[in-house]
């Protein structure tokens, strides 16, 4: 079981903001189905969605939870 996050940003004139949600998986193609289906969640009439999936590999550890940098979110890489 891998582990994603899926970093959603929210746009209509202006930015509406970013939802993190960390994802298991099996693959990264399954991943990819649950934050696609968030961003349907949250997608408004007037607000559309994107998504990026970040892998975190297994043997890295936030020891404090932290936002992810601009780079980290538009990349899709940690670190």
């Known amino acids: 079981m891998s582990r994603f996050i899926a970093v959603i940003h ?3 004139v202006h930015s509406n903001g970013f939802n993190v949600h960390q994802i298991d998986a099996a693959n990264e193609q399954e991943a990819a189905e649950k934050a ?3 961003t349907m969640q ?3 009439k007037f ?3 994107a998504y990026v999936l970040v ?3 297994s043997e890295e550890a936030i020891k404090q939870p ?3 940098s601009w780079r ?3 990349t899709g890489r940690m670190g």
Do not use: F, P, S
């Open 55 to 57: 892998e975190v590999q």
């Open 47 to 49: 607000d559309e969605c």
């Open 10 to 12: 929210g746009w209509h």
């Open 36 to 38: 696609a289906y968030l």
């Open 72 to 74: 980290e979110r538009i």
């Open 42 to 44: 949250r997608q408004g």
């Open 66 to 68: 932290r936002k992810l």
